[in-house]
């Protein structure tokens, strides 16, 4: 059973709506991640969740009980901010205490609770520093700390990492997903990076125009996007267009301008209904006509543009369907103006709405 739920929300600034019949479940213990563009409405639903605004329509739940009009000062959630919004004439130990006393709890729990989450954070020696005297990484995990602390219902994060240097996210995002297991606490964590959520989530949303396009595993999400705005967002930039489609069990036969191809049904895919494909550079297959026969699934071309990556060089394959972009391994590289043939494995085709 799910332990937030959110029904057909509705939010609107000056009458233009934000999110408009949104509909969410999060499961008891878990991480779901919002991804999106900006504007796709995911730091909005994260405001919505914890009280800083309020649905036009519908309702959000919360354990069994109704949350849609408890003001943010009763809900007993922890907020981790992307500015981090330390005190900065307060130490860390005071920081993290802050919210306690607020709560008017004992000196002695105070204590004892603050301890334990510096303990959790990492931040054990660090106590008496003051925020300027901290580094990035540090002074998000007092960050996270404080949210902690007051033992909340539910982790809210917005952009947590935004801040900080290609390295320090990568780190700070292992230490957020340690402590959200350690804990076991219930989270719900924004952000527009897609290697970040993927990394650190049960789930991921996507979100476009105020909808979720896909929820799924991340894994799933990776490998078959159901929409094309899905598969455009994660790294699938080939698409063709079908004319039309047959199925025969678990093998979809499809034509393209004159071309056959097959795509299936199945290994987790899940009913693929589209009429438009979708394959990521690396999955495309690029060889002369002594590597790759025609038929199936394959498309005579000419390299249009070749560009050198590193480890691999890229290609842009101009064919009868349209151009394709194709990354290769190899020590000899095509030429422009080379005649090649693309194979489009099909276990690597996905089929999107």
Do not use: W
């Given at each position: ?22 509909n969410?479940?999060?499961?008891k ?53 992307q ?19 607020l ?24 106590e ?8 990035g ?29 290609a ?15 350690e804990?076991?606490?219930?989270t ?13 989530s ?10 979720i ?24 930039n ?68 070749s ?5 691999s ?41």
């Amino acid at each position: 059973m799910a332990m937030l739920t959110l029904e057909n929300i509705a939010v609107a600034y000056d009458q233009q709506y934000i999110l408009k019949d949104f509909n969410l479940s999060v499961e008891k213990g878990s991480l779901i991640s919002l991804l999106g563009p900006s504007g796709c409405g995911k730091t909005t639903t994260l405001r919505l969740i914890a009280g800083f605004l309020e649905a036009k329509d519908g309702r959000f739940t919360l354990n069994g009980k109704d949350y849609t009009r408890v003001p943010v000062n009763k809900r007993n959630f922890g907020f981790v901010f992307q500015s981090y919004a330390l005190f900065p004439h307060l130490s860390v130990y005071d920081n993290v205490a802050f919210g306690l006393r607020l709560r008017k709890v004992s000196k002695a729990d105070i204590d004892r609770r603050v301890r334990k989450m510096l303990e959790v954070a990492n931040l054990i020696g660090f106590e008496q520093r003051f925020p300027k005297e901290l580094s990035g990484g540090q002074r998000q995990r007092v960050a996270i700390a404080r949210a902690l602390v007051i033992e909340p219902d539910l982790l809210l994060f917005d952009e947590p990492l935004s801040n900080l240097d290609a390295n320090l996210r990568v780190n700070m995002r292992v230490e957020i997903r340690r402590i959200q297991q350690e804990l076991g606490i219930t989270t719900v964590y924004v952000s527009h990076d897609q290697e970040e959520c993927f990394s650190i989530s049960d789930q991921v949303a996507i979100m476009n125009k105020g909808i979720i396009e896909q929820l799924d595993a991340p894994s799933t999400i990776f490998k078959y996007p159901k929409t094309e705005f899905v598969a455009r967002f994660i790294g699938f930039n080939n698409f063709i267009s079908f004319d039309n489609r047959q199925e025969d069990g678990r093998e979809i036969q499809l034509q393209a301008g004159g071309h056959s191809f097959l795509a299936i049904q199945g290994e987790g895919r899940g009913a693929q209904q589209g009429l438009k494909g979708a394959i990521r550079p690396d999955d495309l297959k690029l060889g002369t006509s002594d590597d790759i026969d025609l038929g199936a699934n394959v498309l005579p071309g000419r390299v249009k543009v070749s560009t050198f990556l590193g480890r691999s060089y890229q290609y842009v394959v101009e064919t009868e369907l349209g151009d394709f972009t194709v990354n290769k391994e190899m020590e000899q590289p095509y030429v422009s103006g080379q005649e090649v043939r693309v194979l489009f494995p099909v276990e690597k085709l996905i089929l999107v709405e």
